[in-house]
């Protein structure tokens, strides 16, 4: 169902729980809420500082964002025993704290036993959202006022197994991973049942827990992961300074941008070995460019062996990020990971950066959506060299327009505010009981 179809009467509310697209597309324009909200939050880790993956990213930036609107929150996380706990001057804002299991999860009987006293102390929660299984199935089955967000699948991680297997190199033993994931989608399909409503982070994965998972469309919502905006946006001063801190030489009329976990199925092995190559074969492409690297993991020692041109920076703090973003002149993200909608792709993005991406549909229907703002490659190393040739031959000029198209939607979709709203209705909508007088499960207004 396109957008145009969705809206053809613009006088006519929306039904939100039968929207297709991303809610993010609507203009939500509350000032203040027009309801404070009792929310439990479930997240297996809460994140400290750099070290955060994507999940745990969009926890931080989701909750402390409905904590600042006023909205109280009961974070349920574990803590670890070797760190210090970060702490947040927001009075709303709640943690209720526990020691994980050995696999890494939280203990359901522990936290349940948390949440059942915190939800019979004065008020009741209002509505429950757990970031991935954070809350088991088994725990969820029975609340009706409960919204799981989902960062990643395992249907979508069949295409990763193939892609992997394809780059696989010869001497390598296979994975044997597909036969294991395909019993891993069957499993999720019947669990996945168990939890009233559904957020799905991509457009490409909403679509599959309507079609493969069998979930009504009434339970599935497609809330795109946003940043938050008053972090990540241009400034060429703070890219400038950061160049000159870290001796970029002004020769250098292509700076290339990594960040994440360097790790095999980010993609870094098929970066690495197209820079080699391009270098090996092009002296005016390796006099010119160079590949700033941020982030930490196994590879992050492999990309010195390329020498003078690439600097490896180590993980770096959100403003650092920042900065990092402004001195390059494209963001390549080589992911071999079909999963999720990765926050480094946003953050360059409202930075103003264009993006050069694996072809992967959870990238090509949410962000890098035509030409006009990025780069597509097929994950391979052939592809991915084409792909850089074209960068550097295209140069600075068409790269700035680019992301300032790629900002522009970035705008409009991916940012903390626009992330936090579209959440904030939901969360009205499905808190509401049924002899209530508004109705905040339908809206009033134009699709964008």
């Not at 203040?32 to 990213?57: D, H, M, N, T, Y």
């Not at 804002?93 to 349940?112: I, K, M, N, P, R």
Request: glycine share 6%; hydrophobic share 40%.
């Amino acid at each position: 169902m396109t957008m145009q179809k969705e809206n053809e009467n613009e006088n006519q509310p929306i039904d939100l729980l039968t929207l297709s697209t991303a809610w993010n597309h609507l203009p939500f324009r509350f000032k203040s809420p027009p309801k404070r909200l009792k929310i439990a939050v479930f997240v297996k880790k809460w994140p400290r500082k750099s070290q955060a993956g994507g999940l745990e990213r969009h926890a931080l930036t989701l909750h402390l964002a409905l904590a600042k609107r006023g909205h109280e929150l009961h974070i349920f996380t574990t803590a670890s025993p070797n760190s210090s706990f970060p702490s947040y001057p927001i009075s709303n804002l709640h943690f209720h704290l526990s020691g994980s299991t050995a696999a890494g999860y939280l203990d359901q009987a522990l936290v349940w036993k948390q949440f059942q006293t915190e939800n019979s102390s004065g008020k009741p929660f209002d509505v429950i959202h757990t970031e991935s299984v954070g809350l088991m199935h088994t725990r969820a089955r029975n609340l009706s006022k409960l919204v799981v967000s989902w960062h990643g699948i395992a249907y979508e991680t069949i295409h990763t197994d193939i892609i992997q297997e394809l780059v696989r190199n010869p001497e390598e033993p296979p994975a044997y991973a597909l036969t294991e994931r395909v019993m891993k989608v069957v499993e999720e399909v019947k669990f996945f049942q168990n939890y009233a409503h559904h957020v799905a982070t991509s457009d490409h994965a909403g679509d599959i827990l309507r079609r493969i998972y069998m979930i009504p469309e009434e339970r599935v919502h497609v809330i795109l992961n946003g940043v938050d905006e008053e972090i990540y946006k241009p400034d060429a001063a703070k890219g400038k300074e950061f160049k000159q801190k870290i001796g970029v030489s002004k020769s250098k009329s292509l700076v290339l941008g990594i960040a994440g976990r360097l790790v095999k199925d980010k993609g870094h092995p098929l970066m690495f070995e197209a820079l080699k190559q391009i270098f090996m074969e092009n002296s005016t492409f390796r006099q010119s460019t160079i590949l700033l690297v941020a982030g930490d993991g196994p590879w992050r020692e492999r990309y010195r062996d390329l020498g003078a041109n690439a600097l490896v920076l180590g993980p770096l703090e959100p403003s650092q990020l920042a900065s990092f973003y402004n001195a390059i002149d494209i963001f390549v993200n080589p992911t071999l990971r079909a999963q999720g909608l990765d926050h480094t792709l946003l953050e360059a993005t409202l930075c103003s950066k264009p993006v050069l991406s694996t072809r992967v549909a959870s990238i090509t229907e949410s962000v890098v959506i035509g030409k006009k703002m990025g780069y597509i490659f097929s994950p391979t190393v052939a592809s991915l060299k084409k792909a850089l040739y074209r960068v550097w031959e295209d140069g600075r000029g068409v790269l700035e327009k680019k992301g300032q198209v790629a900002r522009e939607r970035g705008l409009q979709l991916f940012t903390a505010t626009k992330m936090a709203a579209a959440y904030e209705w939901l969360f009205l909508c499905i808190s509401q009981d049924d002899n209530q007088r508004e109705d905040y499960c339908h809206y009033q207004s134009a699709i964008n």
